[in-house]
């Protein structure tokens, strides 16, 4: 079973209580979801392997280490996502980036796919789907399905918060997906929204509602 960390780091949870606010306003809200994106990807990224290299500085040889292995591809799932695609590439400019719009149904709450464009390599590199609520669950584990299909072997989800019910959806479809998130919140409502969650992430970034 993929694992589902919480990172409670003073920065990123600092920053996430400013989120749920509702009298911040979208300008500080998106410049703060690729903040917190930022160093959720740091501390997601730690796992990664490295190789010992040799360089030269302007006074003498020195030993460094450089990332080894797969390379990374950020998968945001469109719209809410671009902003945690924009600062995870603030972090990592050398990783490629595919994209995925999923509208979910309001009666159902199922999810529709309208796009998908992917880098052709994926199947060679590590997937980091990025979203900013794990809500339902049903765009996660339908985006990780359209990776997966295209030939993608490692794939992580990496959220702000999570509802118990997504994470549960995501485990049941994808039980080697690790889960990495600021916060699990207490439930989703009856129209699907995480309490007490911050809003739709989407409306508050792009000012649409």
Excluded: N, W
């Excluded at 003073?10 to 979801?33: A, Y």
């Excluded at 392997?49 to 302007?58: F, G, L, N």
């Excluded at 060679?124 to 030939?151: C, F, N, W, Y």
């Amino acid at each position: 079973m993929g694992q589902v960390r919480v990172f409670d780091h003073p920065l990123i949870q600092h920053k996430l209580t400013i989120l749920r606010d509702r009298r911040t306003g979208h300008k500080e809200f998106r410049e703060l979801v690729e903040e917190v994106a930022m160093l959720m990807a740091f501390e997601a990224t730690g796992d990664l392997p490295i190789r010992t290299v040799e360089v030269s500085t302007p006074l003498a040889p020195a030993r460094g280490a450089t990332i080894a292995g797969r390379e990374i591809a950020v998968v945001p799932i469109l719209r809410a996502g671009l902003p945690m695609e924009a600062g995870l590439l603030r972090l990592i400019p050398t990783a490629r980036a595919g994209h995925i719009g999923i509208y979910r149904d309001p009666a159902p709450l199922e999810p529709h796919t309208y796009y998908c464009k992917l880098p052709s390599d994926i199947a060679d590199r590590q997937a980091l789907v990025v979203d900013p609520m794990l809500a339902t669950g049903g765009s996660a584990v339908e985006a990780i399905g359209l990776l997966k299909a295209r030939g993608a072997r490692v794939v992580r989800l990496m959220v702000l918060i999570a509802a118990p019910e997504g994470v549960r959806r995501v485990q049941e479809g994808h039980p080697d997906v690790d889960i990495y998130t600021a916060a699990v919140d207490e439930r989703l409502d009856d129209h699907g929204y995480i309490l007490p969650g911050l809003g739709d992430a989407g409306d508050r970034l792009y000012g649409t509602r």
